[in-house]
């Protein structure tokens, strides 16, 4: 049985503000299934045995809706090299517009994302694999400033050792293919006063114009940097009678005693809003000691380094492949064993997320279990859209996605006749493991208690597995101030954060066609079942589509009609009248029921469920109760905040979709607890 998430009963309290925090989000996720749902046989292509016809359906737009336009030959030719930031206005509202085929102000969904979106679906109420779960990107953490209490503060602590007392500095040497570390000199071999490896010099302390090319902390322009340096030095006593090092007479002309690299790592206004940066020193290295000798770095913590880069690592004055691993640089670094087993461009460097007993950095996809993502199985999302399993097997789809347009706008079409632009949207935050990971109290996994949280480095699948399909929460009526930037000084600022959008408004009315062939019954029930979505009596569903699902966009309204095409019937007539005989007819509501009826009745009999209707089942509920029109409250489906006070710090569990709403006490156990539409608990 798989890791079970058990959903938070108390606030985290955070004793330096004395605020107390729930953990929010617009996501939340349906947990993996415990077994999948195969097809063992598939149709034979060359006859039609089974179901073909088409669905045609109409889609209204409930919420502002955006699908963003490829670039076109001739702009691409132009400007594709260029990064978005880094396009003029005009170029950028001509990046801006919303997908179309023909003219710009004649939007078009293309059938691509309404396939997308229906097969993943398919896949969640099929029982279907995980297999999109990625392997690219790597785990790699710190916890530098952590709270002892953290989960991630012991793990840290024992790579680089208490204050960073293991960490030590040198020098990059390449030989053949192998990368060896030159150690620097140790301040403390020097006769000075320091325990650590390196020295650290305010950054007020560095003379203006004293070191050619420099660049502060809150420059505009400033980047990470290394400077060769020459520097005196005075040892001085504090107050408390602690003697240390001052660096004095700093510049880049060599005339100081001392010789070395100064080493400007970054200022942290990347990740954070802040106008000015919160960091205020920089590290200086001594030379290369001669009579050190020189310490090769361990072949898998080079891969594990690489495939954990980040997109800041990659980019100058760093390698874009290699990161820090620039021949002659200095690095910081940790030895074990006669190697080095980790390093980094800073003494607080990332270090990679590693299960117990093995030494390969991990990933997304190591946290799915192996049964629930194998090649060898078809789901029955694959026998009805395709699959490609190695280069020896593959299968064509059954199902085919046209484009939806416009059938009718009657208070127009377009959001906002100009070009907008959104609040920012981040990336997925992984290493936010409290939101992405299951806690399981019964594996001493507690989400009341920060110190026991499963991490990246939790074994999986005996403790932990992701929490399963992300899916967002819809937010009812959105207007434009829900979506804009209004803070034109925050756009400014963060140029490279910020895109343009041409959304179209709620009220517009589409249609498109899914045309399907020899499909089973119940695969064609699966298809029908997303579509109307048949959930408890009295409930509205919506799907979601397109971008800004976050702010509440993308939600629409689906009204499938089946026909249904007699193969054998066809070639007993040519001509209806002036057309060809195609022998399509519509099909009656209740063998619409009858099919999915037989869907529902394919997965409970595979999963073991003694139910009568799928939606039944507490997985199906939770992905009914997410697809709720229209939804929560929205102060339980934000974001949590970083300023003014980071509600993050203390890293509070995401609940579990019904339990999102947060505890009246911080006592008392929950389960079973849904909050209604207002966010009450009933």
Known sequence: MLPKHSSPTEKRFDKKTKNSFWAYAPYNFIPLPEKLVTVNELPDQDS???????????????????????????????????????????????????????QKNCPVIPGSSLRGMIRSLIEIAGYGKIQWVTDDTKVTYRAVASSQNDPLSEP???????????????????????????????????????????????????????????????DDRYKPQYHEISFNVDILESKKGNKYTYI???????????????????????????????????????????????????????????????????EPPFNDIRGCLVEGRPIFYVERRGEVFFFGHCPNFRVPAIFPQKTNITSPVDFVPEHLRSENKTDIAEAIFGYIHGKADSRAGRVFFTDARVEYADEGIWFDEEM??????????????????????????????????????????????????????????????????????????????????????????????????????????????????????????????????????????????????????????LFEGDSWYEA???????SITKLINTFEKHILDQIGEEKDQ???????????YMMEWKGPSTDLTRYLQINPVNEYKERPVLPDPFNISPPKSHKGDRKGCRPSGNGECH
């Open 420 to 573: 907008v632009t959104p609040k920012v949207l981040a990336t997925p935050s992984p290493t936010t493991f409290q939101h992405y990971l299951v806690q399981d109290s019964r594996k001493a996994h507690n989400p009341d208690k920060k110190e026991e949280l499963a991490h990246y480095a939790t074994p999986s699948p005996d403790e932990t597995v992701i929490r399963g399909h992300k899916l967002y929460w819809h937010k009812g009526k959105v207007d434009l101030e829900d979506i804009i930037e209004s803070d034109i000084k925050k756009i400014e600022k963060y140029p490279t954060q910020y895109t343009r959008i041409k959304p179209i408004k709620s009220g517009v009315t589409f249609s498109f066609r899914i045309y399907f062939e020899n499909l089973k019954d119940f695969e064609l029930g699966a298809l029908l079942w997303v579509l109307t979505l048949p959930g408890e009596k009295g409930k509205e569903y919506r799907h979601s589509l397109g971008m800004g699902k976050p702010f509440g966009m993308g939600a629409i309204k689906i009204e499938p009609k089946l026909y249904e095409c007699k193969r054998d019937e066809r070639y007993q007539k």
């Open 248 to 314: 004095k007479d700093l510049d880049s002309l060599g005339s100081g005693k001392y010789k070395g690299f100064l080493v400007c790592s970054g200022n942290m206004l990347e990740t954070n809003s802040e106008i000015q940066s919160n960091r205020n020193s920089h590290t200086i290295i001594f030379e290369e000691n001669e009579e050190a000798e020189e310490i090769k770095i361990n072949e898998q913590a080079i891969k594990n380094y690489i495939s954990g880069l980040t997109p800041f690592q990659k």
């Open 156 to 218: 840290y602590k024992n790579i680089l050792g208490k204050y960073g007392k293991k960490v030590n500095a040198g020098y990059l040497i390449k030989h053949s293919k192998e990368w060896w570390v030159k150690p620097a000199k140790k301040p403390s071999e020097l006769g000075f006063p320091d325990r650590t490896a390196y020295l650290k010099i305010k950054e007020k302390n560095i003379p203006d114009n004293a070191i050619a090319g420099f660049k502060k902390l809150n």
């Open 48 to 102: 039609y045995t089974n179901n073909t016809g088409y669905v045609k359906c109409t889609m209204k737009t409930e919420s502002p809706l955006y699908v963003r336009c490829p670039m076109t030959p001739s702009f691409f030719s132009k400007w594709g090299d260029k990064k978005y930031y880094e396009l003029d206005t005009d170029q950028k509202n001509e990046r801006a517009h919303f997908f179309y085929r023909e």
């Open 584 to 590: 399509v007819h519509k099909v009656p509501k209740e």
């Open 614 to 624: 799928l939606n039944e089942v507490d997985r199906i509920k939770i992905l009914l």
